[in-house]
C-alpha cells in the first residue's frame, strides 16, 4: 500500500508552515469553482461582513457545520469562551439561511469533562429563532476508552430547523442492514420478530446511525492530516435528506472539504469557509482530486504529493477566479 501521509496538521506546526506556501489563498481570499460554482473563503466564521462577501448575496437551504469542539484557531478555550465563539458563527449561519432551512451541527461530549461543549451549546441554541429536530447518533467502528469504563464509539449530530424546511423521506431508505433483532408479535397465530415482517433487507434510517464507516486510513476517502475528518456517506444523507439540487450548501469549517465533495456529487453548490489556508487548499485539491481521477481521497497518501505540478496547472489557468474580499466589499 502507498503510505506518505501527512501528519496531523493541528499538531505539527512546521509541517503546516511548509504547506502555506503551496496554498493558493491568503486570509480574506475567496476562491470561485468556475465549473459548478463552489466557493471556498479563507475567512473566520465570526466575520459577518467577510461571510456575506463569500455569500454575495445568496442563501441557502441548509448548513452543515463541523466546529472544532474544544478550539478557536488551534487554541483550547474555556466552556464559556467557546460557547461565546459558537454564538457569533451561528448568528452569521442563520443570516444567510433561508426562512425554511435545515441547520446541522457535530458537536462532542467530553465525558472526562461533564459532557462539554454539548450540553452548553444546546442551551445556547434556544436563544435563536430555530427548533430542535432531532439529536443524532453516528457509531462509530474504532472506539476509546480505559479499562474502567464503557469504549465510547459514538459521534453527536444536532439537527435543527427554521420554518418548514423539506425534508426528502425517500432519501432515508438506505442500506442500512436489518441488524438488530426483536419487537416479537404474533401475526396469524405466527410469532414473529421485526426482521421477518419486513419486506425490505434494509431500513428507513433513525437517529442512531449503524452504517456509517469511521473514516481511517485505508479507506480511499482518507484525507491525512485533517484529524476530523467526517465520512462522505455521512454529508451525502444529510443533503440528500434535507436539500433540493441546485440548492446551496454553506458549511463554516471546511477541514477536509468533504462537504464541498459531497455537495459536488449531489449536484449542489456549497460555500464553504475555514479561517486556516492549508485546510482552503486542501479541500479545493480534494474538489479537483476527484474531478480528474473520480478518487474522493489520498487513502495513504497526501493532498500535496504532486504540489509542483498542480501549482503549475493552477497559475495556468485562466479560469480559476479569487478574490480578496477587500476588493469585494468596495
Same mark, same amino acid.
Request: glycine share 6%.
Given at each position: 500500500?502507498?503510505?506518505?501521509?501527512?501528519?496531523?496538521?493541528?499538531?505539527?506546526?512546521?509541517?503546516?508552515?511548509?504547506?502555506?506556501?503551496?496554498?493558493?489563498?491568503?486570509?480574506?481570499?475567496?476562491?470561485?469553482?468556475?465549473?459548478?460554482?463552489?466557493?471556498?473563503?479563507? *475567512?473566520?466564521?465570526?466575520?459577518?461582513?467577510?461571510?456575506?462577501?463569500?455569500?454575495?448575496?445568496?442563501?441557502?437551504?441548509?448548513?452543515?457545520?463541523?466546529?472544532?469542539?474544544?478550539?478557536?484557531?488551534?487554541?483550547?478555550?474555556?466552556?464559556?469562551?467557546?460557547?461565546?465563539?459558537?454564538?457569533?458563527?451561528?448568528?452569521?449561519?442563520?443570516?444567510?439561511?433561508?426562512?425554511?432551512?435545515?441547520?446541522?451541527?457535530?458537536?462532542?461530549?467530553?465525558?472526562?469533562?461533564?459532557?462539554?461543549?454539548?450540553?452548553?451549546?444546546? *442551551?445556547?441554541?434556544?436563544?435563536?429563532?430555530?427548533?430542535?429536530?432531532?439529536?443524532?447518533?453516528?457509531?462509530?467502528?474504532?472506539?476509546?476508552?480505559?479499562?474502567?469504563?464503557?469504549?465510547?464509539?459514538?459521534?453527536?449530530?444536532?439537527?435543527?430547523?427554521?420554518?418548514?424546511?423539506?425534508?426528502?423521506?425517500?432519501?432515508?431508505?438506505?442500506?442500512?442492514?436489518?441488524?438488530?433483532?426483536?419487537?416479537?408479535?404474533?401475526?396469524?397465530?405466527?410469532?414473529?420478530?421485526?426482521?421477518?415482517?419486513?419486506?425490505?433487507?434494509?431500513?428507513?434510517?433513525?437517529?442512531?446511525?449503524?452504517?456509517?464507516?469511521?473514516?481511517?486510513?485505508?479507506?480511499?476517502?482518507?484525507?491525512?492530516?485533517?484529524?476530523?475528518?467526517?465520512?462522505?456517506?455521512?454529508?451525502?444523507? #444529510?443533503?440528500?435528506?434535507?436539500?433540493?439540487?441546485?440548492?446551496?450548501?454553506?458549511?463554516?469549517?471546511?477541514?477536509?472539504?468533504?462537504?464541498?465533495?459531497?455537495?459536488?456529487?449531489?449536484?449542489?453548490?456549497?460555500?464553504?469557509?475555514? #479561517?486556516?489556508?492549508?485546510?482552503?487548499?486542501?479541500? *479545493?485539491?480534494?474538489?479537483?482530486?476527484?474531478?480528474?481521477?473520480?478518487?474522493?481521497?489520498?487513502?495513504?497518501?497526501?493532498?500535496?504529493?504532486?504540489?509542483?505540478?498542480?501549482?503549475?496547472?493552477?497559475?495556468?489557468?485562466?479560469?480559476?477566479? #479569487?478574490?480578496? #474580499?477587500?476588493?469585494?466589499? *468596495?
Amino acid at each position: 500500500m502507498h503510505n506518505n501521509p501527512l501528519p496531523r496538521l493541528d499538531e505539527d506546526s512546521e509541517v503546516r508552515q511548509r504547506l502555506l506556501k503551496h496554498c493558493r489563498l491568503k486570509a480574506g481570499d475567496i476562491w470561485i469553482d468556475p465549473v459548478s460554482g463552489h466557493r471556498v473563503g479563507c *475567512i473566520d466564521a465570526t466575520d459577518s461582513h467577510a461571510v456575506a462577501s463569500l455569500m454575495d448575496g445568496c442563501q441557502a437551504t441548509l448548513a452543515i457545520h463541523d466546529p472544532p469542539y474544544n478550539l478557536i484557531a488551534f487554541e483550547t478555550r474555556s466552556v464559556e469562551e467557546y460557547i461565546a465563539w459558537c454564538r457569533k458563527w451561528v448568528l452569521t449561519s442563520l443570516r444567510h439561511l433561508t426562512e425554511d432551512c435545515s441547520l446541522y451541527v457535530w458537536l462532542g461530549a467530553d465525558q472526562k469533562n461533564h459532557y462539554q461543549p454539548l450540553p452548553d451549546f444546546m *442551551i445556547m441554541m434556544r436563544d435563536f429563532p430555530i427548533h430542535a429536530r432531532s439529536f443524532i447518533t453516528v457509531r462509530n467502528q474504532r472506539g476509546y476508552g480505559t479499562q474502567r469504563n464503557w469504549m465510547a464509539v459514538r459521534q453527536e449530530l444536532l439537527y435543527y430547523v427554521r420554518g418548514k424546511p423539506m425534508f426528502n423521506i425517500g432519501a432515508e431508505y438506505t442500506d442500512i442492514p436489518k441488524a438488530l433483532k426483536g419487537y416479537y408479535k404474533e401475526v396469524g397465530g405466527k410469532v414473529t420478530e421485526n426482521l421477518q415482517r419486513g419486506k425490505s433487507d434494509t431500513i428507513r434510517a433513525g437517529n442512531v446511525w449503524l452504517d456509517i464507516q469511521q473514516v481511517f486510513y485505508r479507506l480511499q476517502e482518507n484525507v491525512s492530516g485533517c484529524y476530523a475528518q467526517k465520512p462522505l456517506k455521512s454529508i451525502r444523507r #444529510i443533503i440528500d435528506a434535507s436539500s433540493r439540487k441546485s440548492d446551496i450548501i454553506v458549511d463554516f469549517f471546511a477541514h477536509s472539504g468533504t462537504t464541498l465533495l459531497a455537495a459536488e456529487m449531489a449536484e449542489r453548490r456549497c460555500f464553504t469557509t475555514d #479561517i486556516d489556508p492549508v485546510f482552503c487548499e486542501i479541500a *479545493i485539491r480534494r474538489l479537483e482530486h476527484f474531478r480528474a481521477n473520480g478518487q474522493t481521497g489520498w487513502q495513504n497518501g497526501h493532498a500535496f504529493e504532486q504540489d509542483k505540478i498542480a501549482l503549475a496547472a493552477a497559475e495556468n489557468s485562466v479560469e480559476q477566479t #479569487i478574490f480578496p #474580499i477587500q476588493a469585494m466589499l *468596495i
